[in-house]
């Protein structure tokens, strides 16, 4: 009996331990087997991860796609502006990570006239939508892809542009994600991300939904892109540009 007494109040300890401090459990284990910590209290708007100190927000689900095509974003956000400086040839490939309902794959296909829109989803719902705008749009050189939370499902060094706008934030596993990026992207391919600014407290996005360029820039290195610019000629958001180094640049360094 008194072995299963001890039993008892050893286990009453270390749950009162892991109440009182929820994330020991969890960052001993992140600690050893990967780089994401779990915890248990968190922000309600995330899934209760990080990735390098950074909580990682909720995805919006294909109930959301209304939103994403709302006839006011292009005041609001001038997404227009995105296309125009991505200095596109008429043969690249894009990909389009996180594409929703194919919002910009639509916009951006039409300077391809030798080139195509990977439109990359993990929701086959949102690319159930994107199939039917190509049909409504008669546009041929978008192409869906169903990716996993982990995989863009990409073909190696196919992309010249992988483009992700306000969807970075959303990852799941972004380290893994964006090495599958990184991994498609021709030598010198470049990733853009648009995300909103997270320096400042008065757009009116929630927290979760913003980056600042230093979390951005300190992420991106972390898997080896160099970055190259921002420009903030959108309204609310970062327009970050990062190029994949050339295998010959790194033997010159």
């Known amino acids: 009996m008194s072995n299963f007494l001890h039993f008892i109040v050893t286990l009453v300890v270390m749950l009162s331990c892991s109440l009182l401090n929820p994330t020991l459990t969890a960052q001993a284990t992140s600690s050893s087997t990967t780089v994401y910590e779990q915890r248990i209290i968190h922000n309600p708007d995330s899934i209760g991860k990080y990735y390098m100190g950074r909580e990682i927000a909720k995805v919006m689900g294909y109930t959301g796609a209304g939103w994403l095509e709302r006839p006011r974003r292009e005041g609001e956000e001038q997404p227009s502006k995105v296309v125009n400086v991505l200095n596109l040839k008429p043969n690249d490939v894009v990909a389009d990570i996180g594409a929703g309902t194919g919002y910009l794959s639509f916009r951006i296909a039409p300077l391809l006239t030798a080139g195509k829109v ?136």
């Open 118 to 253: 990977l439109a990359v989803d993990v929701q086959p719902e949102m690319l159930e939508i994107i199939e039917l705008f190509k049909k409504e749009k008669n546009i041929t050189n978008v192409e869906p892809v169903l990716a996993t939370l982990t995989d863009p499902n990409l073909p190696l060094e196919s992309v010249d542009l992988a483009l992700m706008v306000d969807a970075y934030h959303e990852l799941e596993y972004p380290q893994e994600v964006m090495q599958g990026i990184v991994k498609a992207l021709k030598p010198r391919g470049r990733v853009v991300l648009v995300e909103y600014r997270g320096e400042n407290p008065f757009i009116m996005i929630k927290g979760l939904h913003k980056m600042t360029q230093k979390q951005v820039r300190k992420e991106m290195q972390a898997i080896g892109l160099v970055w190259w610019e921002t420009k903030n000629l959108l309204p609310q958001q970062h327009l970050m540009v990062f190029e994949k180094p050339d295998s010959s640049d790194l033997l010159t360094r």
